[in-house]
């Protein structure tokens, strides 16, 4: 959910065109109060304030917002991005699965009054502007006739299919392209080590092996090259683990293991093992993974 604030002037005309049809003018008894807004990656400042950034962060296109309103309910609004890719749909959706899975579209989680839900190259918030005993069957039958009118999914990330499923926490997987989220998921420096950036596509995922309690994590970066992954993979090794020997695996100050490797223009690293053994083994599976998937 962006905001709960008044909501603010439309752009002008829908530039892609076609947004529009996607949210019903009728839905039951909830019908459009007519006044839709547009804003793109310049314009968006306005409607999410801060929240802009996030959405930036992937390849974000469009941003169409729809009040519906019914007699003595509360208002529902639905924001419709356009993410430019089915991918960047589901990274910005994989931001952050919490709640509640609800069957909506290709993933989708509800929570707080609030749901969210990815389908094709679009992601969806809708809300109610106020919680009543009717508010959760009213909003999810909102979304359900926009998932409807969206038709078409699209594709995961590739890099999704790479992860080896054995004690894999899926709910956990979040795709994204720059440190700043890598950041929020995983803190590791404010200075950007990899050299991330829109080009490069990364996973981060949460592994819980059988019999602990603490949580693994699995990060693979996927870069243009071999040449701008190589340079991400020393420039980390350099500011994370310098210590390291040639096996690049070390452990850290909390009693955990961290070990990286860097594959053609893969770079992957474990955080947070139990043991050497455990993290390296799952460094292995990932790195099997993509030799025999041939990405």
Known sequence: MISKAPTLSAEKGDRKGGMGQLLPLKIEDYKTDGKDEVYDRQTAFRYMNGAAELYRAYDFKLLRVRKYVKKDHPSILVELFDMGSSEDAFGIFSYQTEEEEVGIGQGSDYGGGLLRFWRGKY?????????????????????RAVATNIKKDGPKPKLTQFLPGEELVRKTIRYFHLHQVLNHHYFLSHENIFNLGMKTNAIFATYLFQGEKAKTFLLMIQYPDQRQAEKGFKGFVKAYMPEAASSNTVQTENGKWTTAKLHQKYVLVIFDAPSREKGEKLLQSTENNLKRRRP
């Not at 992601?123 to 979304?143: C, Q, S, W």
């Open 123 to 143: 992601f969806v918030n809708a809300f109610a502007e106020r919680e009543t005993p009717n508010t959760r069957e009213d909003i999810l039958m909102v979304g």
